[in-house]
């Protein structure tokens, strides 16, 4: 689960929600099943007092990775500290992981509205630095640079400033490629994208390309759209096709990929064995039944008739 690293009462997802979680899934299917990020705020307080804060959450929730945005939540400010103009913090934050631990950092890059007027802290254009400089940190890149309404075609000199491309951007300046310490993540990226094929296609095909089948992690944000299921569905049946591996060079997008993307990278970067066996058996059958049964069952929020849609539109507008 990840933490979402917003101060205060505003928080919609703190770490005591996420403890009941961890705990309804040890009831269900015992320990060890739901994993949980901490959250910290680099821009705001002193680092020492930061880094004790850190030291406590992690030994008071097992957190297994440090949630944080550049462009939210406090000032702005960068991972490398590359603009002497807003507040330090990134250094003194990767400092702080790397002596509290976990070493893996999670950061929100991409969607920039979330941040408002501070959009532009949103870019990725710190992450190659940073991670070419802490080769022992994972930095996990949550939406991979995505920005809605910029339209995602090949990577070019000409567009490299655009969505996804700026994270390609970066980690070809950097020397970031495959096997190394970048991790795009695809969460609300590909529910963004999934009903366009050709868009979806160059997201995954330069995420693929650039940094490899073993890097790319999933995502959902599903806390914001209710049940995840047709993502997955989508894109268990994605391939990317022929023409465009030939014309852009990306690779395959193979079962044994998806593998990895849906789940087997996450687990690797948390030391989880993905084959221990699990305490928890049931049929197919019995899990659908689960899911109708629940209050919302399998389905994502949002209107679902012309009427609603229209609802919709006169509440809030097309936006």
């Keep these: 689960m990840s933490a979402i690293p917003i101060p205060g009462d505003g928080n919609p997802l703190s770490i005591e929600d996420m403890e009941l979680v961890k705990m309804i899934m040890k009831e269900l299917c015992g320990r060890g099943r739901v994993l949980v990020q ?16 850190m030291a406590q959450v992690r030994k008071d929730h097992q957190v297994v990775a440090w949630k944080v945005y550049t462009h939210a939540g406090g000032p702005p400010w960068w991972l490398d500290d590359h603009d002497p ?7 003194a934050f990767i400092e702080n992981v790397r002596a509290v631990g976990p070493k893996i950092i999670a950061v929100h890059k991409g969607f920039g509205l979330v941040g408002g007027n501070n959009r532009p802290y949103a870019s990725p254009v710190d992450v190659g630095p940073a991670a070419k400089a802490n080769p022992d940190i994972k930095f996990v890149i949550y939406h991979s640079g995505f920005e809605p309404g910029d339209n995602e075609g090949p990577y070019t000199d000409a567009t490299a400033d655009v969505g996804v491309n700026r994270l390609i951007k970066t980690a070809i300046e950097n020397g970031i490629g495959k096997g190394d310490n970048v991790y795009p993540e695809l969460g609300s990226t590909w529910r963004s994208v999934m009903s366009d094929p050709t868009q979806a296609a160059h997201v995954l095909g330069k995420l693929l390309k650039q940094f490899g089948e073993d890097r790319v992690i999933w995502g959902t944000d599903s806390i914001c759209y209710g049940s995840p299921q047709d993502q997955i569905q989508a894109f268990r049946a994605f391939e990317i096709t022929p023409q465009f591996q030939e014309q852009y060079g990306y690779p395959a997008l193979t079962q044994k990929a998806k593998e990895k993307i849906l789940g087997k990278n996450a687990a690797k970067i948390h030391k989880i064995k993905s084959n221990a066996p699990a305490n928890c058996d049931f049929t197919r059958e019995e899990l659908e039944q689960v899911r109708q049964e629940l209050p919302t069952g399998a389905r994502t929020f949002g209107p679902k008739t012309g009427q609603e849609v229209a609802a919709v539109i006169r509440a809030h507008g097309w936006a």
């Design 38 to 53: 901490g959250q910290t705020f680099p821009s705001i307080g002193d680092a020492s007092a930061q880094r004790d804060q």
């Design 85 to 91: 103009a807003i507040t330090q913090g990134g250094k």
